[in-house]
């Protein structure tokens, strides 16, 4: 079995109200009155009370915006190579800050022995996994594999591919790094899709260090084991979420039907998770459940009959950092693991996500 030594996450200094980001869209797009309400109920109701991005606009003056031009209809708009290097500059000093605070106390540089990095919202070549080598200077020989465009479930399947990496090398030690810059891929395109993208998303960071259970046991790493892995494809959702390149930036289509889509498939996917295990509903403590909207949440809820409290983790970063893309499942298992989790228990704790496909990815984990 291989164990999530640690989790450690980072943001950007920009700090926007849910309520400011909804003024920036009605006067952005010139909303008569009744329009604006519309909309800041919209907001209000979304259950996101904060996000963070790399861009202080959102919820500057005018004269203050330093990403878009201080045009009312931020025209000449951003293009496609603007945003790419607007995220080269920003995701490195993220992620660092990440990895630092992940491997603190438990791993020095230079036994990092394979690097997974993974990111929807920026591609080079050389790209973050190599900026990353040579500001940490890690060893020249390190593995290094790249996960993109796989959206919000992407941590899961990096995840997924650091556990394969523990069970065939003894000595390894993974770290997995997720960064997501949303905000540098804001659209202005007014249509239901768009605006409930840009209602959602913001920026952030998360770090994992994954290694097999004979280096946890042998340093005495408490963590989250890794127990077994499940993924369900619903292609009837293929084109209710998609992620496409443009000239000026990422296009999100984002379905209002997602949740129903996600209902319909949810108890399958489950109930084959703990199938291959064989334990029941009634074995799971804890539930890190990606936090891709209230709705979302709520399907799930009902679903499963979970209570309240059952969901709090979700709910929490939700409220705080909206929906980060990929490393917001390791928020929500970071602040299980700090609040909830028993580390001297053996709990299991449930872990799932979404993303285009429509994918759903889960993990089961216990306390070690």
């Not at 950007?12 to 329009?35: G, I, R, V």
């Not at 931020?74 to 607007?86: A, D, N, S, T, V």
């Not at 791993?107 to 919202?121: A, F, G």
Request: proline share 4%; with cysteine.
């Amino acid at each position: 079995m291989s164990v999530i030594a640690n989790i450690s996450t980072a943001l950007p200094e920009y700090k926007h109200k849910q309520s400011d980001l909804a003024e920036f869209m009605s006067d952005l797009y010139q909303y008569p009155d009744h329009k604006k309400r519309k909309l800041k109920i919209m907001y209000a109701k979304s259950g996101i009370a904060n996000r963070y991005s790399v861009i202080p606009d959102y919820s500057s003056g005018r004269e203050d915006m330093v990403f878009f031009p201080k045009t009312h209809n931020l025209e000449p708009f951003p293009g496609i190579e603007y945003r790419m290097q607007y995220f080269n500059n920003a995701a490195l000093p993220l992620c660092i800050r990440a990895i630092e605070n992940c491997i603190k106390e438990k791993v020095l540089y230079h036994q990092i022995t394979h690097l997974i990095t993974v990111s929807c919202t920026g591609l080079s070549a050389p790209g973050l996994d190599i900026d990353i080598v040579q500001s940490l200077q890690l060893n020249s020989t390190i593995n290094r594999t790249s996960v993109n465009f796989m959206g919000c479930y992407a941590a899961i399947h990096a995840l997924k591919q650091a556990d394969y990496i523990c069970k065939s090398d003894a000595d390894a030690v993974v770290l997995v790094v997720c960064v997501e810059l949303c905000t540098i891929h804001f659209q202005k395109i007014d249509d239901l899709d768009n605006t409930l993208a840009n209602l959602l998303f913001g920026d952030g960071a998360a770090t994992a260090l994954i290694v097999p259970d004979t280096t946890a046991s042998k340093h005495k790493f408490k963590g989250f084991g890794i127990k077994n892995f499940h993924s369900q494809l619903d292609l009837d959702g293929k084109r209710d979420m998609t992620w496409q390149l443009s000239s000026t930036g990422f296009l999100m289509s984002l379905s209002s039907y997602i949740p129903q889509l996600i209902e319909k498939g949810f108890k399958n996917l489950f109930e084959g998770s703990i199938h291959r295990l064989g334990i029941k509903k009634q074995d799971i403590a804890h539930w890190a459940i990606h936090p891709g909207g209230r709705k979302i949440l709520e399907v799930i809820q009902k679903e499963l009959e979970l209570a309240d409290a059952d969901l709090e983790s979700s709910y929490r970063v939700l409220k705080n950092y909206g929906n980060m893309s990929s490393p917001t499942i390791l928020f929500v298992l970071k602040d299980i693991w700090d609040t909830k989790a028993d580390a001297n228990r053996k709990e299991l704790t449930y872990g799932v996500a979404f993303g285009p496909g429509l994918t759903m990815e889960s993990v089961i984990l216990e306390n070690v």
